[in-house]
C-alpha cells in the first residue's frame, strides 16, 4: 500500500505537473500527514524537485513539489522496415536524445550490433546518472518479415526476421530489464499517455508508417487481445471476397500505406523516400501525393466504420511519420470521405483527431513502458484483455 500510494502521489504529479501538498492531497484524497510522508520519502530518493515558495496567502508559503527530470531515464527502441530510432527519455517523459539509423529494410547481422553501439552511446552519456535507467523497451512489428513480397525481400529474409526472438536478442546485449510492445501498440500508448489519451477514454488508433498499422484503449488502457494484436488494421480486407475465390480481397495495407506512396514515386523516377518527408508536397512528387491521399483516406474511413461498428468507440486518432502537412490533409479527406459511407444503425461518427507524437511515438511508447511499469500505480496500463 505503501508503494502504491507513491505511485499515486508521482501520476498525478505527471499528469498536473507541480503542486503543493495541499493540492496533492486533495487530488489523491490522501491525507496531508500521508503526503508529507510520502513526498519525503520520494525526495529523499531523488524523484521530486522543490519549486519556488509561493507567498501571498495566510499561513506558511506553500512549496509546489514537481518529477525531478533526472529522477530516473529510460530507452525506447523503434525497430521498423526503413529505419531504427533510440529515444533516451528522463522522468517527465521528455525526450533528452534521439539517435536514427536508416535502411532499405534492416539487415540483422548489421542491426544487432549498431542496437548494441548505440544503447551504449546514450548509457554512456549520462555519465553518473547511468545507473538511474530503469530499462529499455523494445518497439517492432510482430513479423517483421511480414508482407516480403510487397517491400521485395527474399523469403530467406522474411524467414529470418519472423523466426528471431528479438527480446532474448536485446536483453543479450545489456543487463538492463528489456519491456516489449508492438510497434504501433508501443505507438498508441504514447498517445494514451502523453497525448489525446489524457482527455479521450476510448480510442481507435491509426498510424501511418511503410505499412498502415493500429491500436485500441478501451476504458484508458491500452487493449492488447488474445495474441497481443489488436488493432492489426493492416489486414482488414477493403471488400467481400468473391465466391470463386480466384483473387483475395486487397487488405487495407495496400491503399493506407506510405509504401504505396514509395511505389507511386518509384514509378515516375522520384525519391521514394520523400514518402516521409516535406517533398512528397513539393513538385514534382505533389500530384502523385495527391492521388494517394484521395485512395488512402476512403481506404482509412472504410476502416474507421468497420471499428466504430464493433468498438462503439469516441475518437479516432490519426498519427504517423509524414510530414505534419501531409497528416493533416489525409485527416481532412479522410473526414470527408467517412460521409461516403452509410452509418444507418450506428450511434454516432466517431471524432477524427490527429495524433499528438508523430514518428517519435513508437520509440517514445516503448520507453514509457519500463518507466510506468516502475512508477505508475496501475500495472495494468498497458495489458487490459
Not at 324 to 329: A, H, I
Request: contains cysteine.
Amino acid at each position: 500500500m505503501r508503494q502504491f500510494n507513491e505511485r499515486v502521489v508521482l501520476q498525478t504529479l505527471r499528469a498536473h505537473g507541480s503542486l503543493a501538498k495541499a493540492d496533492l492531497a486533495r487530488l489523491t484524497g490522501l491525507t496531508a500527514q500521508t503526503i508529507g510522508l510520502i513526498t519525503a520519502r520520494l525526495d529523499e530518493d531523488q524523484l521530486l524537485n522543490r519549486g519556488a515558495p509561493v507567498r501571498g496567502r495566510v499561513g506558511q508559503p506553500s512549496v509546489p513539489l514537481g518529477l525531478n527530470p533526472d529522477g530516473a531515464f529510460a530507452i525506447g527502441i523503434k525497430i521498423g522496415r526503413r529505419s531504427a530510432d533510440w529515444l533516451l527519455v528522463d522522468f517527465t517523459g521528455r525526450v533528452r536524445e534521439r539517435l536514427v539509423l536508416d535502411y532499405a529494410f534492416p539487415d540483422i547481422p548489421v542491426l544487432l550490433p549498431a542496437i548494441k553501439s548505440n544503447l551504449n552511446r546514450l548509457l554512456d552519456g549520462l555519465g553518473p546518472l547511468r545507473d538511474r535507467v530503469v530499462g529499455v523497451g523494445v518497439a517492432a512489428p510482430y513479423q517483421l518479415g511480414g508482407w516480403h513480397r510487397m517491400l521485395g525481400l527474399t523469403e530467406a529474409q522474411s524467414l529470418a526476421w519472423n523466426q528471431i526472438d528479438l527480446v532474448a536478442e536485446v536483453q543479450a546485449l545489456t543487463d538492463l530489464p528489456i519491456s516489449f510492445a508492438k510497434d504501433t501498440s508501443a505507438a498508441c500508448v504514447a498517445e494514451l499517455l502523453q497525448g489525446k489519451g489524457r482527455d479521450i477514454r476510448s480510442f481507435l488508433y491509426l498510424f501511418l508508417d511503410t505499412f498502415v498499422g493500429g491500436g485500441l484503449v478501451l476504458n484508458s488502457h491500452l487493449h492488447r487481445g488474445v495474441n497481443g494484436n489488436a488493432g492489426a488494421v493492416a489486414s482488414l480486407p477493403l471488400q467481400v471476397a468473391t465466391a470463386d475465390m480466384k483473387e483475395l480481397p486487397p487488405q487495407l495495407i495496400s491503399q493506407a500505406s506510405l509504401w504505396d506512396l514509395e511505389q507511386r514515386f518509384r514509378e515516375h523516377a522520384l525519391d521514394p523516400m520523400a514518402a516521409y518527408d516535406a517533398r512528397a508536397l513539393e513538385a514534382p512528387w505533389l500530384p502523385y501525393t495527391r492521388e494517394w491521399v484521395a485512395r488512402a483516406a476512403l481506404a482509412l474511413a472504410h476502416c474507421i466504420v468497420a471499428g466504430t461498428a464493433f468498438l462503439d468507440v469516441e475518437a479516432v486518432v490519426i498519427d504517423g511519420v509524414v510530414a505534419p502537412d501531409l497528416l493533416r490533409k489525409l485527416w481532412a479527406r479522410t473526414g470527408e470521405a467517412l460521409k461516403a459511407y452509410n452509418w444507418e444503425g450506428l450511434q454516432q461518427m466517431p471524432r477524427l483527431e490527429i495524433g499528438s507524437i508523430g514518428s517519435d511515438a513508437r520509440a517514445l511508447g516503448g520507453a514509457l513502458l519500463p518507466l510506468h511499469a516502475c512508477f505508475a500505480p496501475d500495472h495494468e496500463i498497458f495489458l487490459k484483455s
